[in-house]
């Protein structure tokens, strides 16, 4: 294990980056944490501050349904998911990597939340429009820049009339590397990519950047 969580990541994509299957890379990070061989960078033990915000400023704003479904893509290990949850969300919530749904399924035992293996570029045809809340938290960043429209496009499928979209991540400065990666971060037009085929721009909301830190965002979108 290095002593820079992210180098273990990138390392590891790099790894599968050379091989077929450019997501694998998300697999072996989990297992190698599992093994005490990794550390996950991005599991911070509590869901994400943007996400925390949100919920505290902007969700008594919405007008959702009783009983909202919420999808939170790309779950890792579920804090957000249980915030959803907590919220009153009926909450499904989905990864990639088997290790990761197997860990947070176990982690979330005590709450509502249905935790899914699934693959973004390929979901089910039922989940289309099937949800009130769709959370995407760095899942999309995660995946190399060719995989972005499809990826986008994914999510985007999945919020119902009426629905809400939250994008939350960290922006490409304006004198970054498109090709440096992972995170392949997202620039502000590619954040405003996810308002087509229904989704409109709601709100946008970031957090200065400090010492050398990337600026984190929250970008609010809804289906009309
Ligand atoms: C950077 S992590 C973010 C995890 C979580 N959203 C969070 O904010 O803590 C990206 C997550 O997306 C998952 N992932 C990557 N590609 C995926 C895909 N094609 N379908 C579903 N999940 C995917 C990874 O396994 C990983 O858990």
Redesign the pocket.
């Given at each position: 294990m290095s002593s820079d969580p992210d180098a273990d990541a990138r390392r590891l994509a790099a790894a599968a980056g050379e091989g077929d299957d450019p997501?694998r890379w998300?697999e072996d990070l989990y297992a190698a944490a599992q093994r005490g061989e990794a550390v996950v960078p991005?599991?911070r033990g509590a869901a994400?501050p943007l996400l925390e915000w949100w919920a505290g400023d902007r969700l008594g704003a919405q007008q959702l349904p009783e009983q909202s479904r919420a999808m939170v893509?790309?779950?890792?290990?579920g804090?957000?998911a249980r915030l959803l949850d907590d919220l009153g969300f009926v909450t499904t919530a989905?990864?990639?990597?088997p290790t990761?749904v197997a860990n947070a399924a176990a982690a979330l035992a005590d709450t509502s939340v249905d935790v899914r293996r699934?693959?973004?570029?390929d979901l089910p045809g039922e989940w289309r429009g099937g949800f009130d809340l769709v959370l995407e938290?760095?899942?999309v960043q995660?995946?190399p820049r060719s995989l972005r429209q499809a990826g986008t496009a994914a999510v985007r499928s999945m919020v119902a009339p009426g629905g809400v979209l939250l994008v939350i991540g960290m922006l490409m400065p304006d004198d970054g590397d498109l090709d440096d990666g992972p995170?392949w971060l997202l620039t502000r037009d590619e954040i405003d990519a996810f308002a087509r085929d229904g989704i409109e721009f709601v709100t946008y909301h970031d957090e200065p950047a400090t010492d050398g830190e990337l600026v984190r965002y929250l970008a609010e979108f809804r289906r009309g």
């Open positions: 997501n998300f991005w599991d994400h893509v790309g779950s890792g290990p804090h957000d989905f990864d990639i990597s990761a699934a693959d973004l570029l938290a760095m899942t995660a995946m995170p």
